[in-house]
């Protein structure tokens, strides 16, 4: 049984009291949810104010990304011991605009999930095709890649990985990829993941879909069976559409 996940990724947003704000509203909508695993990934400046209000309930929180050093001269760098000691028990890995921006790659993303899943902090590892590799039918192959290169040689027997797939030009676009055309690739992942794994791993395993998710399009996308929750951008900075999210995915086992 994969219990689903509605996973808020705030990315570059909200000033502190606007987060403390949330967290104390979401706490106090949230009581009667138990049939989903509720995260939210904040700035790294707001994590430690946040585990203040939601550290005694069920609400997880994840950092947007990680050093992949442990410690040292590394200016401007987070270290997995820094977002452990503000409350961290998920980190996003490989988020697509990470990849665009910091010229995050693959095989930089299996340094960072060894160095979580080794310090018992959940990855969430991003995979996506950009709108290019789709129109020239590299979805498949860009996929395949991205998984393989990061997910080789991981300890995923031992401890627990969540996959997104966010197809880059849904992302913060409004255009949401079919509930088929993402059934599709979630089930694609879950064949890669079973071939690196084993069938009860993968069975085990969280697949969530990223790219212009709302309360109006969560429903068709929990359908299918290989979507295990999703990971929100824009429709998570509003506490209304994101417990709507929450509330629409509370009954949703796969
Ligand atoms: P979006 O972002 O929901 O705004 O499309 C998703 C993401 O980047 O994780």
Same mark, same amino acid.
């Given at each position: 049984m994969r219990k689903p996940i509605i996973a808020g990724n705030w990315k570059m $947003?909200? &000033? #502190? $009291?606007?987060? /403390?704000?949330?967290?104390?509203? #979401? #706490?106090?909508?949230?009581?009667? *949810?138990?049939?989903?695993?509720?995260?939210?990934? %904040? %700035?790294?400046?707001?994590?430690?104010?946040?585990?203040?209000?939601? /550290?005694?309930? &069920?609400?997880?929180?994840?950092?947007q990304t990680i050093s992949n050093e442990i410690e040292g001269a590394f200016t401007?760098?987070? &270290?997995?011991? +820094?977002?452990?000691? @503000?409350?961290?028990?998920?980190?996003?890995? =490989?988020?697509?605009?990470?990849?665009?921006?910091?010229?995050?790659?693959?095989? $930089?993303?299996?340094?960072?999930?060894?160095?979580? +899943?080794?310090?018992? !902090?959940? %990855? *969430?590892? @991003? !995979? =996506?095709?950009? #709108?290019?590799?789709? $129109?020239?039918?590299q979805t498949l192959s860009m996929i395949k890649s991205q998984l393989l290169d990061c997910l080789n040689e991981l300890p995923i027997d031992s401890e627990e990985l969540i996959i997104a797939y966010e197809p880059v030009w849904a992302i913060g676009t409004g255009k949401v990829a079919t509930p088929e055309q993402a059934q599709d690739i979630h089930k694609f992942i879950r064949d890669t993941l079973e071939k690196l794994t084993g069938s009860s791993i993968a069975n085990k395993t969280r697949i969530l879909y990223g790219g212009s998710v709302k309360p109006n399009n969560i429903k068709d996308l929990m359908k299918q069976p290989d979507i295990d929750g999703a990971l929100v951008g824009g429709a998570c900075l509003n506490i209304d559409s994101f417990v709507e999210l929450i509330n629409k995915t509370n009954y949703v086992t796969h």
């Open positions: $947003n909200k &000033s #502190l $009291n606007e987060a /403390k704000s949330f967290a104390n509203t #979401l #706490l106090s909508q949230i009581k009667d *949810i138990h049939d989903c695993e509720i995260i939210i990934a %904040p %700035p790294y400046t707001y994590l430690d104010a946040i585990n203040q209000i939601i /550290k005694n309930s &069920s609400i997880c929180q994840s950092a401007g760098d987070i &270290s997995i011991n +820094m977002i452990k000691d @503000c409350g961290c028990s998920h980190v996003i890995i =490989g988020h697509s605009e990470q990849r665009q921006y910091h010229h995050e790659s693959s095989k $930089n993303c299996h340094i960072k999930c060894n160095i979580a +899943m080794k310090n018992q !902090v959940i %990855p *969430i590892y @991003c !995979v =996506g095709e950009t #709108l290019q590799e789709r $129109n020239e039918n």
